[in-house]
């Protein structure tokens, strides 16, 4: 990460990385989900499941994409883990879900794996995600949209229900514009949500959201034998949380943390 975006990160609470996918590799992705998730005529609204790091490789090498990776080192640390992971597509009129996250779980209560922390020098997350982009969504499209800065504030509940619901603009939500192949990373400390989609394109977003090894949110992880082949790395990216001799993510040819 260069100093910039840990200063944005510090600051805001997310950041767009930009063109992580080539559009040949967007194309790719989009004909596949086509294939594994097709739309049903009985479909209406916003459509989502699980698991598509099961779709085939090219969605389960997302995991440590080479662009992303450096990323999660940085905010999470050497030992993350991927949590759970699931797609989200709305077509024009779908509504999606209310503003909700922050530290203390604004609207929701209390959710002890949503926090963020800067000490000596480094920042590390909780529970955090990482966002591909199949679809552009303009200022105005809707999709994600969140309350930057909000992973440091402490008045959540004061979060007005209107604006929580997007049924009032507030000047402080914003929803940042993004194109195909770029990535959105946001910790779940952060208040956010997804706004009604306008656009006449299907929203198309990838949520990968990874934890620090030693916790979860999902009660669910990972059967490896579920996929068709894992390297070395996306199998101790896949284990399960752990509060002992966890090893790194990365590991050079001694088994050291690169």
């Given at each position: 990460m260069t100093n910039e975006e840990r200063f944005l990160v510090d600051v805001e609470g997310y950041l767009l990385i930009k063109n992580?996918?080539?559009?040949?590799?967007?194309?790719?992705?989009?004909?596949?989900?086509?294939?594994?998730f097709p739309m049903k005529p009985e479909d209406e609204g916003i459509r989502r499941t699980s698991r598509v790091t099961e779709w085939g490789d090219p969605f389960k090498?997302?995991?440590?994409?080479?662009?992303?990776?450096?990323?999660l080192l940085d905010l999470i640390g050497p030992r993350f883990r991927l949590d759970h992971d699931y797609c989200i597509f709305m077509p024009k009129g779908a509504t999606?879900?209310?503003?909700?996250?922050?530290?203390?779980?604004?609207?929701?209560?209390?959710?002890g794996d949503h926090w963020y922390r800067f000490r000596d020098g480094e920042m590390r997350n909780g529970l955090c995600v990482f966002t591909f982009f199949l679809a552009h969504a303009d200022e105005g499209d809707?999709?994600?949209?969140?309350?930057?800065?909000?992973?440091?504030?402490?008045?959540?509940?004061?979060?007005?229900?209107?604006?929580?619901?997007?049924?009032?603009a507030a000047h402080y939500v914003k929803q940042p514009a993004v194109e195909a192949g770029d990535v959105l990373f946001f910790t779940e400390a952060l208040i956010h949500g997804t706004m009604p989609w306008t656009a006449d394109h299907?929203?198309?977003?990838?949520?990968?959201?990874?934890?620090?090894?030693?916790?979860?949110?999902?009660?669910?992880?990972?059967?490896?034998?579920?996929?068709?082949?894992?390297?070395?790395?996306?199998?101790?990216?896949?284990a399960p949380p752990s509060m002992g001799s966890r090893?790194?993510?990365?590991?050079?040819?001694?088994?050291?943390s690169a």
């Amino acid at each position: 990460m260069t100093n910039e975006e840990r200063f944005l990160v510090d600051v805001e609470g997310y950041l767009l990385i930009k063109n992580v996918l080539t559009q040949e590799e967007v194309a790719r992705l989009n004909a596949l989900a086509d294939e594994a998730f097709p739309m049903k005529p009985e479909d209406e609204g916003i459509r989502r499941t699980s698991r598509v790091t099961e779709w085939g490789d090219p969605f389960k090498d997302l995991m440590d994409h080479p662009k992303v990776l450096p990323y999660l080192l940085d905010l999470i640390g050497p030992r993350f883990r991927l949590d759970h992971d699931y797609c989200i597509f709305m077509p024009k009129g779908a509504t999606g879900g209310n503003l909700h996250g922050g530290e203390n779980g604004a609207g929701r209560g209390y959710e002890g794996d949503h926090w963020y922390r800067f000490r000596d020098g480094e920042m590390r997350n909780g529970l955090c995600v990482f966002t591909f982009f199949l679809a552009h969504a303009d200022e105005g499209d809707g999709g994600f949209a969140c309350v930057p800065g909000s992973h440091k504030a402490n008045y959540l509940s004061y979060l007005p229900g209107d604006v929580r619901r997007f049924e009032r603009a507030a000047h402080y939500v914003k929803q940042p514009a993004v194109e195909a192949g770029d990535v959105l990373f946001f910790t779940e400390a952060l208040i956010h949500g997804t706004m009604p989609w306008t656009a006449d394109h299907e929203r198309r977003a990838l949520l990968y959201k990874y934890s620090p090894g030693h916790s979860a949110w999902s009660n669910k992880y990972y059967d490896a034998d579920a996929f068709n082949s894992l390297t070395d790395q996306q199998r101790r990216i896949l284990a399960p949380p752990s509060m002992g001799s966890r090893p790194a993510v990365v590991q050079t040819d001694e088994g050291e943390s690169a």
